[in-house]
């Protein structure tokens, strides 16, 4: 499985992007998560999604802006990202799992097997 991270770039305060995270092969069966990474600091989780899209995951600083979802028919993963602020600025990396992982694993980037390029979101006025 190959992923493909699109729909970053540079954007003021209060604004939105909607990420893409685009798969090669079928993942319908996968969990689906977004991590990030800002200069300086260590990657961290965003969210993740899991096979069904009825179980999604969120750190606590996106909950209520962010929005994880996937369209499995087009092997496609989303974030949507509003009221973005300056804190969000990072490198948004998409991450799967063949696995179905349990919620206390979830948000451990060591547990995914397959991860995207990034891509670079910038906010700044």
């Known amino acids: 499985v190959q992923l493909q991270a699109s729909g970053g770039g540079l954007v003021q305060p209060g604004s939105s992007l909607r990420l893409s995270c685009a798969a090669s092969?079928?993942?319908?069966?996968?969990?689906m998560a977004w991590f990030r990474q800002a200069p300086g600091k260590e990657r961290e989780f965003v969210a993740a999604?899991?096979?069904?899209?009825?179980?999604?995951y969120y750190t606590d600083s996106v909950k209520g802006r962010f929005t994880i979802s996937r369209d499995n028919a087009k092997n496609t993963l989303y974030l949507q990202m509003n009221s973005l602020s300056p804190e969000d600025t990072a490198v948004y990396y998409c991450?799967?799992?063949?696995?179905?992982?349990?919620?206390?694993?979830?948000?451990?980037?060591?547990?995914?097997?397959?991860w995207g390029q990034g891509t670079q979101v910038t906010v700044s006025s």
């Open positions: 991450a799967a799992s063949p696995l179905g992982l349990i919620t206390s694993s979830i948000r451990h980037g060591d547990k995914y097997d397959y």
């Open positions: 092969g079928r993942t319908f069966s996968y969990t």
């Open positions: 999604i899991k096979r069904g899209a009825l179980d999604r």
